[in-house]
DNA sequence: TTAGCACATTCGAATATGCTAATATTTAAA
DNA sequence: TTTAAATATTAGCATATTCGAATGTGCTAA
């Protein structure tokens, strides 16, 4: 039925679901940043982030240009910045949950 | 720095990155729902849903409430509907978008 | 107390993922 | 055309995930 939706939806989660990755969204919410300075920001090694850049180009998170020598890459879709905002909203909640709990468990 | 944040944050993807979950998660959109109803809308067998409740509910993304020797699931936080419905209508522009570029190519 | 649902847990095989190190490709400039 | 910088790719290992089968646990009704 619709379980090619939730295969796709999960392949997306799934691409979004490791911390370097996140970081470079996060890294290209302000437009678009070249290889090297996506490394260096992140502080990931040049192959690794290459890897991961690929991964972010396959399924079509982000795209590039080339200008010379250098390859530039933005997000294809900058609204998924929002999607990644609310899950860090609900995940503030989950921590301040934990807190409060914490307390009550005092 | 922030890494933690990236890394709970991946965490939460990680979750959410499988279709069986996420179906759980669009099944629980309009309310509580008990284990059983849930196997059988979802068609995934007894002892499976059940990994993904537990996967579900360690990562805080449902909570429960026991009515006798049921076990009834829902959102723990309901927000998290809306990050999927952006993923989703990602997901339709990048399919449209695949449309439109098979289009050119011929 | 026992029988029988409803649900959870454990185990092992298959598969997928992330990382590092090494190597290759592309481009620009000398 | 050689060299160096920017980026990509490959190989291989370590770790993680998914699933079904089997088994365990909690609740209710008789």
Redesign the interface.
Known sequence: M??K??????????T????????II?ALRDGEKNVSELASTAKINQANISQHLTILRQK?IVSTRRDGSHIYYKLA?P??I???E??????Q??LA?NTRLSKRVK
Not at 5 to 14: G, L, R, T, V
Not at 16 to 23: F, H, I, S, V, Y
Not at 86 to 91: E, G, W
């Open positions: 619709d379980k939706i939730y295969e796709m939806h999960a392949e997306i989660c799934k979004l679901a490791n911390p370097k990755r996140l970081e996060d079509n879709y609204e998924m929002k999607a990644c609310i899950i860090r909203d609900v995940l909640k989950q949950g």
